[in-house]
């Protein structure tokens, strides 16, 4: 098979993991067709340094990997903006290659 | 007098306590001894698991009683109560926004399994017995304050919840309650319950002997958790800070004068006093932080664990044992 790669935006998301259920659903009423999940990512923002879950779930965070095309990515921009606006969070969008295989066509 | 020193003493120099000594200053001395994420969640699930199989076990031993009906009510009236107290005091005295009062309160309604449990390890080595009904109390006791909570939020300030674009009440109800330390203490309960004494046999040396072990180490975990929150308490402030201290004692006293008319024995006052007097920081925290964003979550942790959790292991327990045995 020929390198066919396709243009793609990447959307990366961490957010606190009390509101991943809600990235994901917004997420998947934007149509994408899967993301990628990291459990017990850390790190330091806005809010301080954010070391994770301990005996509460509070300080725990996640990050969520995505693979969509520019309207999709624009409709999650704007829906997690909002959303960290209360909560931890950062959002970064890029372009690039994907290699995967042509589902459409298998079917 | 003299033995509420004595008592005092035992107590600060447990290994319960002690461990979380050493976790407070290895945290402060920056040291790198940290529990794993996984691990302090693997802890926390197994030692809910052996208070409720306990607790289970001892119910089955007692029967449905009138008495553990009456002590269950007691309990969810203390669960609705306590956070009203609190809320007044932190909302006309301290001045303190709708959602912070609202949220803090749902903390103080709700329980510290872990107070109960270094209290309940207290009053075996001090050779106190205690009603097994205590730790049903204690899984009723969990989810009320957060209804509550949010009900005082929603009373007093409706527009701010609103605009906020809250998660509906029902959801984080349901969240509350499905909590996974929740569902496995009142899991557990009822496994206890129906298996009875002969459960005990089969599975007692792995959820019993070990207990007091793997409560040092969780304790361990929890000293540098409120070391690291007490760390804040500057931003927290004076008021907030009293409030961490008073709040527990509205509670305790609250909770001996019930333990009192339920009948109970010295060491079952005791606990319903630790119930009423500790603040929750494992279920509550990150369900009024999903009901309330507005709510700033620093100023609860820093009052539950940095301040009322250290002050109810080293001295409350023993103050509270001294009242009870007072007031029978």
Same mark, same amino acid.
């Given at each position: 098979?020929?390198?066919?790669?396709?243009?793609?935006?990447?959307?990366?998301?961490?957010?606190?993991?009390?509101?991943?259920?809600?990235?994901?659903?917004?997420?998947?009423?934007?149509?994408?067709?899967?993301? @990628?999940?990291?459990?017990?990512?850390?790190?330091?923002?806005?809010?301080?340094?954010?070391?994770?879950?301990?005996?509460?779930?509070?300080?725990? *965070?996640?990050?969520?990997? @995505?693979?969509?095309?520019?309207?999709?990515?624009?409709?999650?921009?704007?829906?997690?903006?909002?959303?960290?606006?209360?909560?931890? !969070?950062?959002?970064?969008?890029?372009?690039?290659?994907?290699?995967?295989?042509?589902?459409?066509?298998?079917? | 007098? *003299?033995?509420?020193?004595?008592?005092?003493?035992?107590?600060?120099?447990?290994?319960?306590?002690?461990? #979380?000594?050493?976790?407070?200053?290895?945290? =402060?001395?920056?040291?790198?001894?940290?529990?794993?994420?996984?691990?302090?969640?693997?802890?926390?699930?197994?030692?809910?698991?052996?208070? %409720?199989?306990?607790? %289970?076990?001892?119910?089955?031993?007692?029967?449905?009683?009138?008495?553990?009906?009456?002590?269950?009510?007691?309990?969810?009236?203390?669960?609705?109560?306590?956070?009203?107290?609190?809320?007044?005091?932190?909302?006309?005295? !301290?001045?303190?926004?709708? =959602?912070?009062?609202?949220?803090?309160?749902?903390?103080?309604?709700?329980?510290?399994?872990?107070?109960?449990?270094?209290?309940?390890?207290?009053? @075996?080595?001090?050779?106190?017995?205690?009603?097994?009904?205590?730790?049903?109390?204690?899984?009723?006791?969990?989810?009320?304050?957060?209804?509550?909570?949010?009900?005082?939020? @929603? #009373?007093?300030?409706?527009?701010?919840?609103?605009?906020?674009?809250?998660?509906?009440?029902?959801?984080?109800?349901?969240?509350?309650?499905? *909590?996974?330390? =929740?569902?496995?203490?009142?899991?557990?309960?009822?496994?206890?319950?129906?298996?009875?004494?002969?459960?005990?046999?089969? =599975?007692?040396? $792995? #959820? $019993?002997?070990?207990?007091?072990?793997?409560?040092?180490? #969780?304790?361990?975990?929890?000293?540098?958790?409120?070391?690291?929150?007490?760390?804040?308490?500057?931003?927290?402030?004076?008021?907030?800070?009293?409030?961490?201290?008073?709040?527990?004692?509205?509670?305790?006293?609250?909770?001996?004068?019930?333990?009192?008319?339920?009948?109970?024995?010295?060491?079952?006052?005791?606990?319903?006093?630790?119930?009423?007097?500790?603040?929750?920081?494992?279920?509550?925290?990150?369900?009024?932080?999903?009901?309330?964003?507005?709510?700033?979550?620093?100023?609860?942790?820093?009052?539950?664990?940095?301040?009322?959790?250290?002050? *109810?292991?080293?001295?409350?327990?023993?103050?509270?044992?001294?009242?009870?045995?007072?007031?029978?």
């Amino acid at each position: 098979m020929p390198y066919d790669p396709k243009r793609m935006k990447k959307v990366e998301i961490v957010i606190e993991a009390v509101k991943l259920q809600q990235v994901l659903k917004i997420i998947d009423q934007a149509g994408a067709s899967g993301y @990628t999940v990291h459990e017990s990512v850390t790190g330091r923002g806005h809010r301080g340094y954010r070391r994770g879950g301990g005996v509460s779930d509070l300080y725990a *965070n996640a990050m969520i990997i @995505t693979l969509v095309d520019e309207n999709a990515a624009v409709r999650i921009a704007e829906e997690v903006r909002d959303l960290i606006q209360d909560y931890a !969070g950062v959002m970064m969008i890029s372009d690039v290659d994907v290699v995967w295989p042509d589902y459409d066509q298998d079917q | 007098m *003299n033995e509420f020193i004595q008592q005092a003493t035992h107590n600060l120099l447990s290994p319960i306590i002690l461990f #979380f000594v050493l976790g407070w200053i290895a945290s =402060v001395l920056k040291s790198d001894l940290h529990l794993p994420e996984a691990m302090v969640r693997g802890i926390s699930y197994y030692l809910m698991a052996s208070i %409720g199989l306990k607790g %289970g076990m001892e119910l089955a031993h007692e029967g449905w009683t009138a008495s553990v009906i009456w002590a269950c009510l007691a309990a969810g009236f203390l669960g609705l109560f306590l956070p009203l107290i609190a809320f007044s005091l932190l909302r006309w005295l !301290g001045r303190l926004s709708v =959602v912070d009062a609202a949220a803090i309160s749902a903390h103080y309604g709700s329980v510290s399994a872990v107070t109960f449990l270094a209290a309940s390890a207290f009053l @075996t080595r001090e050779g106190y017995e205690f009603e097994g009904y205590t730790i049903a109390m204690m899984a009723v006791m969990e989810s009320p304050a957060i209804a509550i909570g949010l009900l005082l939020a @929603t #009373f007093f300030d409706p527009s701010g919840r609103k605009a906020e674009g809250g998660t509906p009440a029902g959801e984080v109800l349901r969240e509350a309650l499905l *909590n996974g330390s =929740v569902v496995i203490l009142v899991g557990a309960l009822i496994i206890g319950a129906v298996t009875g004494e002969h459960g005990a046999e089969t =599975v007692g040396p $792995f #959820f $019993f002997d070990p207990f007091k072990g793997v409560l040092c180490l #969780f304790l361990l975990h929890m000293g540098i958790e409120a070391a690291r929150r007490f760390a804040d308490f500057r931003q927290v402030g004076l008021f907030l800070t009293g409030f961490g201290i008073l709040m527990p004692l509205i509670g305790a006293a609250i909770g001996l004068a019930t333990g009192k008319l339920l009948g109970m024995s010295i060491g079952g006052t005791l606990l319903v006093a630790i119930l009423g007097a500790s603040a929750s920081y494992i279920a509550v925290p990150a369900a009024m932080h999903v009901a309330l964003p507005k709510a700033n979550p620093s100023y609860s942790m820093t009052l539950a664990l940095g301040i009322t959790f250290p002050f *109810n292991v080293t001295i409350g327990i023993p103050l509270y044992l001294f009242l009870a045995k007072w007031i029978h």
